[in-house]
């Protein structure tokens, strides 16, 4: 939510500002895979991570790691994509999509949709995501390049 992006962006801030430190994050994701949810939380926390000078992110923690495979490789490159190509984004061009993404998740951070389990939108023989699972990503995906953040589409 909004106050725990504010607080580790001043963190992060904070130290990579006033020390050597190489500092990383974690991101809690409570959505689930094959949700627009979990890829709005994880488009923000990496906007907010690499703007607020973090070293590093371990990402994602898919429906908050509470349920036995729920990661899927797609959200683990959209994590990706969003903290490399938004380097160089500054904090007030990341505050501003923030407040249109966080919006779209916010009231339901307490009741986040669980998704679909790995085997449900991941097919595991071919390596590929399903098609309503890649759906969900480049629907996103084009949301937040529309927005500014410099993706390459698709």
């Given amino acids: ?19 050597h430190l190489l500092r990383g994050g974690r991101v809690g994701q409570v959505a689930g895979p094959c949700t627009e949810m979990l890829l709005y939380e994880s488009a923000v926390a990496m906007m907010n991570f690499s703007a607020s000078g973090a070293a590093y992110v371990m990402v994602p923690w898919s ?35 923030a407040k249109v993404l966080i919006p779209k998740y916010e009231g339901m951070l ?19 995501p399903t098609q309503e ?12 390049i529309d927005l500014g953040v410099p993706l390459e589409y698709p």
């Fill in 133 to 144: 699972w890649l759906d969900i990503y480049l629907k996103v995906k084009r949301e937040i």
């Fill in 63 to 97: 429906a908050g790691g509470k349920y036995e495979d729920y990661l899927t490789p797609l959200e683990c490159k959209f994590c990706a994509e969003v903290m490399k190509r938004s380097a160089g984004m500054t904090r007030k061009q990341v505050n501003e999509i």
């Fill in 1 to 19: 939510g909004r106050e725990g992006q504010w607080a580790l962006s001043m963190s992060h801030q904070a130290l990579s500002r006033n020390t």
């Fill in 110 to 128: 307490m009741n986040p949709p669980k998704g679909k389990g790995t085997r449900e939108c991941y097919d595991l023989k071919t390596f590929k």
